[in-house]
């Protein structure tokens, strides 16, 4: 079974829709939708904004529904030069840019209970993802994800995020997500379809391309499933 989490309606509703047998519980205080999407098994849920709904949700969709593998998908920021608004970003990794324990004589990012700043996704799911964004007429990077508590909407942040951690885009999710999978054994892939440019832009166009980009995170994943 493969485990689907989004931040918001709009980066999963396009997939509920498609879902049939649908069964519907409530766990964790959160949604989560199982049945089979375009013929395989599979659970979805939205989680909500941030670190701590993410990974409450996460954990939950583990212990409940058992998923041999999980994709966050949605929308993000894009951080590094080169990636362009609708560009779809797949995580070769992900860090947590506002872990700071630096004071203590820590690399910035690092997440103390698993000795890890960066997180790891699986590869083979990733290459699937890639193929599967070219396959809906997207184009994909492959790259880090950076995860904060924090709407990244200055260009001083941006930089500051690229030069520590060398990601390409970010968001709220990931890799809370991808510390709760790493925790489990379970596998894990982030997917980020870019709405802003995480600078003093962002809030515009995020408004302007929110839904673009959600749609064309629900246009992988369908391909994905095919």
């Known amino acids: 079974m493969t485990g689907i989490i989004a931040a918001m309606e709009a980066e999963l509703s396009g997939l509920v829709a498609c879902l049939e047998q649908t069964v519907t519980e409530t766990v964790s205080g959160r949604t989560f939708y199982s049945g089979r999407l375009l013929g395989k098994d599979a659970v979805m849920t939205v989680c909500g904004i941030g670190k701590v ?29 080169g990636v362009r608004l609708l560009d779809t970003v797949v995580a070769s990794y992900a860090v947590q840019h506002d872990a700071d324990t630096t004071a203590l004589g820590d690399p910035k990012g690092l997440v103390s209970t698993v000795n890890l700043v960066r997180f790891p996704t699986d590869e083979a799911l990733g290459a699937r993802l890639v193929q599967a964004i070219g396959k809906a007429g997207g184009h994909a990077v492959s790259g880090g994800i950076a995860t904060g508590d924090q709407f990244v909407s200055s260009a001083e942040v941006k930089s500051a995020i690229v030069r520590e951690f060398d990601c390409a ?5 990931g890799a809370a997500i991808a510390h709760v999978c790493f925790l489990n054994g379970v596998k894990c892939a982030i997917l980020r379809s ?22 064309n995170s629900v246009n992988a994943l369908k391909q994905f499933f095919i």
């Not at 885009?169 to 999710?173: G, L, V, W």
Request: hydrophobic share 45%; with cysteine; net charge negative.
């Open 53 to 81: 709904n993410a990974a409450v949700c996460a954990e939950a969709m583990i212990l409940k529904y058992q998923p041999s593998e999980i994709i966050n998908t949605g929308v993000g920021g894009a951080l590094k030069k």
């Open 169 to 173: 885009a970010c968001d709220m999710e």
């Open 194 to 215: 870019i709405s802003d440019g995480a600078d003093e832009d962002a809030n515009l166009s995020y408004t302007q391309f929110m839904e673009a980009a959600a749609q």
